[in-house]
């Protein structure tokens, strides 16, 4: 259970988020809508503990986060498997980190199966240069299932990629969220809304400068149906027609209050 | 190309045959034999233009300095011996050259290593931190602007031997490109790259040697080769100045007897050794980003 109470985070004097509460159960797969520079990346590194709030508190199972937690483990969009180590060193650098106790052995076996997981077999000894986009993205998953944290958090991790990898993708981290029950948490940030309907079981919207949450949407027949079905559902629908009106009204209700300020102030 | 470099090597090997020096003869056939080799063996065409190009200008430069030395004796025997003399020379003299390469190298190794043992680690320690960053940034932008050779008088006055004084000119010439590069290097490590390694809770030593030192590799082997220079430049200059043995003290000292000759093989074998090392290198930079190969080859 992730708790966020009342989360402000600024930079440089400049408002990023502001008073973000949001609690995201076990099992959950939420994904956090918003246009870029809204703050989602953001929130998504306060999570990781890679950065401090400047208000308010996280708490990952009651403990308050400082620093990068063990909790949780993450996906960039880009650069996240390390280069200069071919992909089955990425794994097993972490999983020697995360289990001290196993040998050599007991690693590159453990390597080789979440290789095999996110269907990379027999790309261990390959270099991710020498690797398209989605066979990296699908490492950089691999090494984030490696770590035996249950929060996964991922940044736009498909925003570079073709349609085609993009979907393939889309449905292995589906599937691996369905398999894993209420012992994986996956946290997505997209300014996709499709995709945000495929995989989240909840959706947050966020509103940009200062980051806000303006909608908080539960999908939860999502995993009912397959893509093509699921997409031919009222309530998906429903949702691919209300989160962009959530958009426009809270555009309009910031111009509105941009234009107040500006003739109070001329008054 | 490969007509003109025919051309020349046979002017060369008739100059050389008309002068009785058989040696230079046959090497202005070998030149040329072993050209046509490697351009067989090279892949691109670039390659073996660059191969056969350069191999014509070494016979030119030779049927010139031949013909105005040796055969119509237009050069001061003095000032330019003929090839055939110094080539007897070079082979003669190599045994002599050796030990000096041996005493350089001395020199070169312990202080190159040393600038690469003390500029990687701090490099990698300010690089990290911005606050040390700001501190040393002055200090590296001042001290690495001086002329490492303007040290040289003062540390053989400074420093109780020659040797050491030597050891520490080569040091502070080889540490700032060193240095300088490694922090950029780390610096220019992609921040997502950092907190991913971060989110792995890895030991410091771990994080020390399979990411931060990795990750500024390529910036730190662009350091080190300019460091390398840098080395032979002073190694050679301290040589000059205050080496009783040497490759820079062997040039040195024959040129203050008049021996151009033994100058002249000196600065080919100095050429020679430089180019290896140089050759070396790049092999070793080839070897360790080799996961860069797909993009850059």
């Known amino acids: 259970m992730i708790e966020c109470r009342h989360i402000d985070f600024s930079y440089d004097s400049k408002t990023i988020l502001q008073g973000i509460d949001l609690n995201i159960e076990n099992g959950e797969f939420l994904c956090i809508l918003g ?6 990346s953001t929130l998504l590194r306060l999570l990781a503990g890679l950065e401090r709030p400047s208000a308010g508190e996280i708490r990952i199972d009651g403990e308050p986060v400082a620093g990068p937690d063990r909790h949780c483990s993450v996906v960039f969009q880009d650069y996240s498997l390390f280069p200069w180590m071919t992909t089955g060193a990425n794994l097993t650098l972490a999983l020697h980190a995360a289990y001290p106790d196993k040998n050599r052995k007991e690693v590159k076996a453990l390597a080789e199966s979440y290789l095999e997981t996110v269907g990379l077999g027999g790309s261990f000894g390959q270099y991710p240069e020498a690797l398209s986009g989605g066979m990296r993205q699908r490492a950089a998953i691999a090494r984030a299932l490696a770590s035996p944290s249950g929060i996964l958090l991922m940044d ?60 908080d949407e539960g999908n939860r027949i999502s995993r009912r149906y397959d893509r093509t079905a699921l997409f031919r559902q009222p309530e998906i629908k429903a949702l691919q027609q209300k989160i962009p009106a959530v958009y426009r009204s809270d555009m309009l209700e910031r111009l509105a209050k941009r234009s107040e300020v500006r003739n109070g102030g001329g008054i | 190309m490969k007509y003109l470099l025919a051309v020349i090597s046979l002017a060369l090997f008739a100059a050389a045959l008309g002068n009785r020096d058989y040696p230079l003869a046959l090497l202005a056939l070998a030149l040329p034999a072993v050209t046509t080799v490697r351009a067989r063996l090279a892949r691109r065409e670039e390659k073996r233009n660059a191969v056969i190009d350069s191999a014509t200008v070494i016979e030119a430069v030779l049927l010139v300095w031949q013909l105005a030395s040796a055969n119509f004796r237009l050069a001061d025997p003095v000032l330019f011996p003929p090839p055939a003399a110094i080539l007897a020379l070079f082979f003669a003299e190599l045994g002599d050259m050796l030990r000096g390469l041996l005493s350089s190298s001395y020199l070169l190794g312990s202080a190159y290593g040393l600038a690469l043992v003390t500029a990687i680690p701090a490099g990698i320690a300010v ?13 590296s ?41 490694t922090v950029s290097g ?81 600065i080919l074998f100095i050429g020679i050794v430089v180019t290896s090392l140089m050759w070396l290198f790049n092999k070793l930079e080839r070897r360790l980003l080799r996961y860069r190969r797909n993009i850059h080859d």
């Open chain 2, 141 to 181: 932008r001042v001290l690495g602007a001086i002329p490492p050779i303007v040290y040289i008088p003062y540390a053989i006055a400074l420093l109780p031997s020659f040797r050491s004084a030597s050891i520490f000119v080569i040091w502070s010439g080889a540490f700032w490109p060193v240095f300088v590069n």
């Open chain 1, 156 to 215: 736009e991790p498909f925003g570079a990629l073709d349609p085609v990898n993009r979907a393939l993708l889309q449905e292995l981290v589906r599937n691996l969220h369905r398999d894993a029950g209420k012992r994986r948490t996956v946290i997505f940030v997209t300014h996709d809304i499709d995709e945000a309907l495929y995989l989240g079981t909840r959706l947050v919207v966020f509103s940009s400068s200062p980051g806000r949450i303006i909608a």
């Open chain 1, 35 to 40: 246009q870029s520079g809204c703050g989602k």
């Open chain 2, 127 to 139: 690089g990290s931190s911005r606050r040390l960053r700001a501190a040393a940034e002055p200090f």
């Open chain 2, 186 to 266: 780390v610096v220019t490590i992609p921040d997502s790259l950092l907190d991913s390694a971060r989110m792995l809770h890895l030991k410091r030593s771990v994080f020390f040697f399979r990411i931060l030192l990795p990750g500024a590799m390529p910036s730190i082997l662009t350091g080190a080769s300019l460091g390398l220079i840098f080395s032979f430049l002073l190694l050679t200059a301290a040589e000059l100045i205050g080496a009783t043995e040497g490759l820079g003290w062997y040039v040195k000292n024959f040129s203050d007897f008049a021996d151009y000759g033994r100058v002249i093989v000196g």
